[in-house]
């Protein structure tokens, strides 16, 4: 027993002593970037370099590309850059929470924006801000409303259903809360400068922290969703397809999962959020939803798990 | 100069202090992106960037705790990032009836600074990443489950495993013998 541990202590000890000096131009990227310039990474020139070699076969695929491209889609296409102008959630950084001062989700969420959160236990925060506003009994109220308040309330739901503009994303603004069976989920938006930023916790048990941040942006006549379903992976762009006052359908053409994003408005003032996935792969729909705003209650996620078929 | 003085100099952005701050403690700190991060041209990018934030983050240090550990810990969640962008463990299974008999090694040739990156680089992301953090660091399953964005018996599973595949590396190359 003492020289099998031997040996993995052997291994730490070493790899404590490992010194490697990074290339020269390291420091010149750093100092380059400390003065606030971009500066393309080693990997993507060293990329660029493999591109350059493969540069004739790439010339021909992307004529196919494009070729086929406008005879598939003849519809307004978007140039690169405007994409990643829209991808870019936001200016700050993933998420790593450490001192936010409060545990209140609308707090939490102006730090975050502004950039003064940054390290530490992400999930112990979050869960705890979660709880806490699950728990805040003011915010409990729906369930001691009357029947007739309640008919009222949904009498006004059907007519802003009827009336309200098809394109309309007003109503999403505030807080949202879910329950499931097996914890809570929140969906915070809010706008800022015509833009709806939104996020999305999901708590499991007591530690296990889903996030994911989303967006909706007009550009000219199109509206675009965007869902970066962690903050460590690249977000993925939805073009608005369908819309009515009930149902927005968001779809991307090279998403498999999901493919398409539905937002489903209830007569009762609640909405849902609904995954598609491709055809081509078997998933069954995702659909959270957000019944209420600001009040939990009586939320019933249908099909949460991504069961194949 | 004390390294205080130097931090201090650092927050008012001095470009000396900076550099001495990178000359300082780059070499070491590409050691540790190197153990994570198995590219030589992304260790330097994982590098670059956790510099940048040591840097323009520097007020946040404390004081307390060693100023290189603080440093570490932002290298390490720099080169998890990167990790989770690139090469996500979302493939990484628990493994419930696993073989945890660790049988008895001698040791045959003494391990040297220079052998541990042939050997980190032989193991799989997952593997490497949990036994770099567990091992090597010193963090514990929990903490790793919740930077990882994995289970807790993940992690576990995965340093058992990751374990296992060393040691037989190290057999197979002559470092230690059954």
Redesign the interface.
Known sequence: ?K??Q???K???E??????????SK??E???T??QGKAQP???K??RFRTWAVAASLLAILSIISILSTFLIQPEERYAEAEIEAITEISASE?L?LSDAPSYDVYNLQQHYRKGKI??G????KLVAAVNYFYNDTKTQVVEETTDSKKEVAVTENIQALTTEPKVNFNWLEGSWKGKIAAGNSVENWQKIDGIFYGEGYLIQQS?TVFMERMKIVNKGKDWFYVLQL?P???ASVYQLETASPRKIIFASDTQKFPAKVALIRNENGGFSTQLLANKSIELSPTQLDFLTKRNVLLIDRAVRNLVRK | MTEQQIIEACERGD?KA??WI??RF???M???C??YVK?S??A??V??EG??KV???IH?YGGNGSFEGWIR??IV?EAL?FL??NN?LKNATDLEHIDIV??????LE????Q???K??HQLPTGYRTVF?LY??EGYKHREIA?QL?ISINTSKSQLILA?KR??QL?IEQN??TE
């Open positions: 027993m020289e099998k031997d040996i993995f052997q291994f730490k070493q790899a404590d002593q490992l010194e490697e000096m990074p290339s390291a420091w990227r750093l100092e970037r400390l990474t080693t990997a020139i060293v993933p790593l940054e390290e236990s992400a999930t112990k530690d962690d460590y992976s690249n | 470009p900076q550099k990178y000359n780059a070499p070491k590409f050691g540790v190197r153990r590219s041209a992304d330097e990018d590098l670059i510099f940048y840097l323009t983050k946040q810990r932002i969640n990032m989770r962008k996500p660790e049988h008895q090694v001698s040791v003494a391990l040297k600074v052998d541990i990156l050997f980190l770099n091992v090597i919740e964005g374990k060393l040691r190290l470092y230690v």
